[in-house]
C-alpha cells in the first residue's frame, strides 16, 4: 500500500522552500508532491493517510561521522543500538568512521561491517576507511581495494598524519581513484596533552589548554597538500573563527573543499564544563562562545557545508574519571535534531538552510539520491515536531553509551516519526 502524508510543512532544502503539501509514497520513492490543499485521493488509488497535523516534513539526516563499536568496542555501542537510536532521531544514513578496534584498514573488516549493517542497523550505513594501515601515518592502506570493497570516504579520524609526504602520497593516490578524504585539523604537536580551549576559563580551571591556531596551522598544512594533489576533501570539523578565513580562501582560489562541524560546537561552548563535567568533553574541545557564533554564521551562511553528531559512544567507566583522564566524545545520533533546533530558535538560520547542512549536501558530498524532496527521490523522512518542549533523560536514550551532555536540558524540537524507503522505522509514542 502507498503512503499518503498530508497537511505537512514540507522542508526542501534544494528550493530553500518551507511550505504546506503532502507527500505520495510509493513503495521505496516519492512518488508526488502536491503543494497547497488536500490532494485529489481519488487519482492515489489505494492509500494509507498519514496526517501530519502541520508538524515539518524533511528528508532524513546524513550523519557523516559516526562511531560504532563494532569491532571492538560492541559493549559501547552495537550495530543494532546505533541503528534505534539513529531512526529515533530522524537518521536515515550513518557514515561511519574507521576508528573502531582494529580499524578499517582491510577489506575483510569493511565486509565484516557490512554484514553486521545489513543484519541489525536497520537505517542505511556506508562505512569509510583508514587512509593508513592501522591509522598510524606511517603507511598507504590499500585504497583501492578498500573502495572495491565498498568505502564511501577514507580518514584516519583524529590520528592526524603528520608526515608530509606520506599524506602527499596518500592524497595523489586517492586523486587519482576519484576518492574522497577526510581530515581533521588539529596541528598535533600543539594539541597533544590539551584538553581545553586555552584561554582565562581553562587557565581558571586548571586545564592544559590549545590554542584555537593549531586548527589554523593544520588547515593551512592541509590545504596547501589538497592545491598540490587536487584531491577532494573534506574537513570534518571547523570550530574555531580564526580557521574560517583560511576555509574561504580556499573555496575561492576553487579547491575542491568543503567543511563540516559538530553540532555539539554549535551548541555548546567552552564554560559548559564548568564543574569538571566530563560529558561536555570532546575533540576538539568545546570553544569560546566568540567561536560558536562564528561557526554558527559561516553554517548559515554555506561557507561550512554540513552539519554531524561526530557520535562517539563512550561506556561509563571512562568517563567517570578526572577530567584529563577521562575519554572524549558525546553520543549525539539521537540528540541531532533536537539540539540543532536551537539554532533555529535563536534566528542564526531557518529550517531550509538547517536542512541543507544535515541531509542535502552530505548527499551531494557522497553521491547519493536522497536528501531531497522530489519526485523519484528515495522516501527517506522524517516528521518533526520544531516546537514541542521535554527534558532530555538520558537513561531514555537508545544508544548503549549514555555521554550526551543534553541530560537534563529543556530542549525543544521532537522526532514523530522516521521513514526509510518508504517504511516507517520510528514512531514516538
Known amino acids: 500500500m502507498s503512503i499518503l502524508l498530508t497537511n505537512a510543512r514540507i522542508i526542501d532544502p534544494a528550493k530553500k522552500t518551507d511550505q504546506i503539501g503532502s507527500i505520495l509514497i510509493k513503495k521505496t520513492k516519492i512518488k508526488e508532491i502536491i503543494y497547497g490543499g488536500n490532494p485529489d485521493l481519488g487519482a492515489v488509488g489505494d492509500v494509507e493517510i498519514i496526517d501530519c497535523g502541520g508538524k515539518c516534513l524533511a528528508p532524513g539526516i546524513i550523519d557523516i561521522g559516526v562511531k560504532v563499536g563494532e569491532p571492538g568496542e560492541r559493549h559501547k555501542e552495537s550495530f543494532a543500538s546505533a541503528g534505534r537510536a539513529a531512526a529515533a532521531g530522524g537518521v536515515t544514513t550513518m557514515v561511519l568512521r574507521p576508528d573502531t578496534e582494529p580499524a578499517v584498514d582491510s577489506p575483510e573488516t569493511l565486509q565484516f561491517i557490512h554484514r553486521r549493517a545489513i543484519e541489525d542497523a536497520g537505517v542505511n550505513v556506508l562505512p569509510m576507511a583508514a587512509l593508513t594501515k592501522g591509522r598510524d601515518g606511517k603507511e598507504m592502506a590499500e585504497i583501492g581495494f578498500l573502495q572495491d570493497a565498498g568505502a564511501v570516504a577514507f580518514t584516519d579520524a583524529d590520528q592526524v598524519i603528520s608526515d608530509n609526504k606520506i599524506l602527499g602520497r596518500c592524497l595523489t593516490y586517492a586523486k587519482s581513484l576519484g576518492a574522497l578524504v577526510l581530515g581533521h585539523i588539529q596541528e598535533p604537536s600543539l594539541s597533544k596533552g590539551t584538553v581545553a580551549t586555552s ?68 551548541t555548546l561552548n567552552e564554560l559548559d564544563v564548568e564543574g569538571y563535567r566530563t560529558f561536555f568533553k570532546v575533540k576538539p574541545p568545546l570553544r569560546h562562545e566568540d567561536d560558536r557564533v562564528a561557526t554558527a554564521q559561516a553554517v548559515a551562511s554555506g561557507l561550512i557545508d554540513i552539519i554531524s553528531s561526530m557520535h562517539t559512544p563512550q561506556d561509563e567507566e571512562s568517563k567517570r574519571l578526572p577530567f584529563e583522564e577521562a575519554a572524549s566524545g558525546a553520543v549525539g545520533l539521537e540528540t541531532l535534531l533536537p539540539a540543532a533546533m536551537q539554532l533555529i530558535h535563536a534566528d542564526h538560520m531557518d529550517l531550509p538552510t538547517l536542512w541543507r547542512a544535515l541531509s542535502l549536501n552530505p548527499a551531494k558530498l557522497l553521491g547519493l539520491k536522497s536528501g531531497r524532496m522530489k519526485k523519484g527521490a528515495p522516501a527517506d523522512l522524517v516528521l518533526f515536531d520544531p516546537d514541542k518542549p521535554f527534558v532530555l533523560d538520558r537513561s531514555k536514550l537508545k544508544s548503549k553509551s549514555k555521554n550526551t551532555p543534553f541530560d537534563g536540558r529543556r530542549m525543544q524540537g521532537m522526532v514523530m516519526r522516521t521513514f526509510l524507503a518508504g517504511r516507517e522505522i520510528y514512531a514516538a509514542d
Open 199 to 266: 584561554g582565562p576559563f581553562a587557565t581558571k580551571l586548571g586545564l592544559p589548554g590549545a590554542s584555537p591556531m593549531a586548527e589554523r596551522i593544520q588547515l593551512e598544512r592541509d590545504m596547501a597538500l589538497v592545491e598540490m594533489t587536487g584531491v577532494k576533501y573534506h574537513i570534518s570539523q571547523i570550530t574555531t573563527a580564526v580557521a574560517l578565513p583560511v576555509l574561504q580562501r580556499a573555496k575561492r582560489d576553487g579547491l575542491d573543499v568543503t567543511a563540516g562541524t559538530s553540532i555539539h560546537h554549535l
